[in-house]
């Protein structure tokens, strides 16, 4: 992208590589990214003039960013996970049982050279940070923090939200990153799978432009995989599925790659496959995430049920899955029982990560609506119900006024009348916006006092 880059030609015009190795004339590509910025600042059709200015990964890193809302003047907050919440989170996660030998690969030696080390889950919640005392404090104030969260929904353009988004390693450098306050550092990121392929969490190694060299990002991967190889003996010598004949990872499903399911909100849903956005119809996305729920599989018997307690047979279920093999590849999905080969990262699983952390105000933004609102599967149905409950339930119990004020502007808490009360009761009584509560308030407790007397005067 930028190897050619003298003489001030764009770098998409260079004829270079789509992945441009780290250490490739640093001074061009933040020429560029700093240029690309001012578009950014532009905003509207000057958003056009990105495509001349960065490398097609963090492009479209970007153009997801600015879709998402992510602000790129955004400053650090108290959101995540902190203190004792975290801990818990960090010792029930899997990579606990990695750390020795991340801080065998990694963290010793890195330590000495000046530069830092950054855990995440596999959602991009970093566990943890090590490093020197003062590298990790300048690199908390660009919003390397254990607790926060580096998805690129959160934070836009990064080296972990990008492996957390694409599964590939990635290295971003400087003003490649969507964040201003992010700009002075430089991260390497590479996966850690685990022996079905699903993602574990994400090792990066970040500083100033000492990063940006190919030995550090070789550095991380080969971490990496010494992680994903301990992964797998263990899979082995517990006996567990996965693991592979003869201790080999992964199968002609692996090809596929990490596939991705939105299915939150009244939009059509989508699939993911290597990057690219597939339309699903209704019924191939209550299968997949049917499947998705149910990790061990589902008997054609038991799918039939989830999916209409009435109708379905065992043959229009072959159809089914023939009809969603022929979408989606023929190695997804094994049979006998139904189950994924391939691992599935829903925005429902990313959901339910963000409510177990506790971080709410997360949670809210990425509740796009109900689960596949139109669906009347009975699965579909639960699923959906359990959801929003939970959902609901945290935002009741936050005490956030912020957080319970976009519930409350939300189709489904627009008439929630015990959301409104813990509303009210976040905000001072002299306020303006407090009558506007209690105004809405009652004419809530009018309505429901209407439905109730209805109900008594047809017999309900």
């Known amino acids: 992208m930028v190897s050619n880059s003298a003489g001030g030609r764009h770098p998409r015009r260079s004829g270079s590589r789509e992945s441009v190795e780290p250490g490739t004339q640093l001074g061009a590509l933040e020429a560029y990214a700093a240029q690309a910025h001012g578009y950014l600042g532009a905003g509207g059709e000057e958003l056009s003039q990105l495509a001349g200015l960065l490398r097609p990964l963090v492009l479209e890193s970007w153009l997801r960013s600015v879709r ?9 907050n108290e959101r995540g996970l902190r203190g004792a919440d975290l801990q818990r989170y960090r010792d029930a996660h899997p990579v606990a049982a990695l750390m020795p030998l991340i801080d065998k690969l990694l963290v010793q030696d890195t330590a000495r050279t000046g530069l830092i080390v950054v855990v995440s889950d596999q959602f991009g919640r970093v566990l943890s940070i090590h490093g020197g005392t003062d590298q990790v404090s300048a690199a908390a104030e660009t919003g390397l923090r254990a607790g926060d969260d580096l998805s690129e929904r959160r934070v836009g353009t990064n080296a972990v939200g990008l492996v957390v988004r694409t599964g590939r390693a990635a290295w971003i450098h400087g003003p490649e990153h969507f964040l201003h306050r992010m700009h002075q550092i430089t ?19 970040a500083g100033g432009v000492r990063v940006a060299k190919p030995e550090i990002l070789a550095l991380v991967k080969a971490a990496a995989t010494a992680a994903e190889m301990d992964l797998l003996l263990s899979a082995m010598r517990a006996g567990r599925p996965g693991a592979g004949r003869n201790g080999e990872r992964g199968s002609e499903a692996g090809d596929a790659g990490r596939l991705g399911l939105d299915v939150l909100g009244l939009g059509q849903p989508q699939l993911t496959i290597a990057g690219d956005r597939v339309p699903l119809s209704q019924r191939h996305a209550e299968i997949l995430l049917l499947l998705a729920e149910h990790p061990e599989g589902l008997g054609a018997d038991h799918l039939a049920l989830l999916l209409d307690d009435t109708d379905l047979d065992n043959g229009t279920i072959r159809a089914a899955m023939s009809r969603l093999r022929a979408v989606i590849g023929s190695t997804v999905v094994g049979s006998r029982p139904y189950r994924l080969r391939v691992p599935v990262a829903t925005d429902v699983d990313e959901l339910r990560v963000a409510l177990d952390s506790g971080d709410v105000d997360y949670a809210l933004r990425l509740y796009a609506g109900p689960v596949l609102p139109r669906s009347t599967a009975p699965g579909i149905v639960d699923l959906r119900d359990e959801l929003r409950v939970r959902l609901r339930t945290a935002v ?42 209690e105004a809405k308030i009652r004419v809530l407790d009018r309505r429901m006092g209407a439905d109730a007397t209805q109900m008594q005067r047809y017999g309900s």
């Open 68 to 76: 998402g809302g992510v602000d790129p003047m955004d400053v650090l």
């Open 396 to 437: 009741l119990s936050s005490g956030d006024s912020g957080v319970l004020r976009r519930w409350t502007e939300a189709p489904e808490g627009r008439d929630d009348a015990t959301a409104w009360a813990a509303y009210r009761a976040t905000v001072d009584r002299d306020s303006p916006l407090y009558a506007q509560i």
């Open 187 to 205: 991260g390497a990121a590479a996966p850690v799978h685990d022996p079905d392929g699903r993602l574990v969490c994400v090792l990066m190694i």
